[in-house]
Structure formats: C-alpha cells, structure tokens
C-alpha cells in the first residue's frame, strides 16, 4: 500500500523561503513520476512542479525561477524547495506519486501541507 506524507510546510513572510518533503512507502517510488500541486480556497487544483524518474522536470509557469522540485531515490523522499514566496503562493500543497498528464485520475496522493504567505 502507497503512503505518501508531506511536511515542510507552514507560515512565511513575502520573499521568504520554505522546502516541503513528501516521504513515500512502498518499493515503486523510483520508477514513478512525482509531482507537487497546490490548491487555493475557492480554486482547482493545479500543478506546480513534476518531476520524472529520470530526473526531467517540468514547472508551472508562475513558479519557473523560484521553485525547485528534486528528489532522493535512496531516501524515497522528492522536495519542492520554494524561493521567493509571493502571497498567491498561499494553498494546500500536495504531491502525487504515479503524476501522469494523460491519466489524471491515476495515481497516489498525499494528505497536504499547507502554505501560507503573508504580505
């Protein structure tokens, strides 16, 4: 069974920084595409950043140049290192083991950290 827990996350002023963990069980985490995604209050879900097995990363336009996803396969673990927060950066952060575009549905999520921006 796939378990994934997200921590890291918390309250931060404007310009600040935060680095979020997704720790992952189960023997398939390096064979799978990661990916982290975020969702505001009254807002759809949306990607933020993707990372695949063989380390090809992929980013959301609002976030390029201040986000980085990475991950440890020995350690089953990927991170989303986030620079420069900006209040719209506030939302519940999530990650998703199996993250395939074409198959949405698919895949194992976490339960969410949230992120909270201040101005």
């Known amino acids: 069974q796939v378990q994934l827990v997200e921590s890291g996350g918390g309250l931060v002023q404007a310009g600040g920084s935060l680095r979020l963990s997704c720790a992952a069980s189960?023997?398939?985490?390096?064979?799978?595409?990661m990916g982290w995604y975020r969702q505001a209050p009254a807002k759809q879900r949306e990607l933020v950043a993707r990372?695949?097995?063989?380390?090809?990363?992929t980013y959301a336009d609002s976030v390029k140049g201040r986000f980085t996803i990475s991950r440890d396969n020995a350690e089953n673990t990927v991170y989303l290192q986030m620079n420069s927060l900006k209040p719209e950066d506030t939302a519940v952060y999530y990650c998703k083991l199996g993250d395939n575009p074409y198959y949405p549905d698919r895949g194992y999520w976490g339960q969410g950290t949230q992120v909270t921006v201040s101005s």
């Open positions: 189960g023997s398939t985490f390096r064979i799978n595409t």
């Open positions: 990372i695949t097995s063989g380390g090809k990363t």
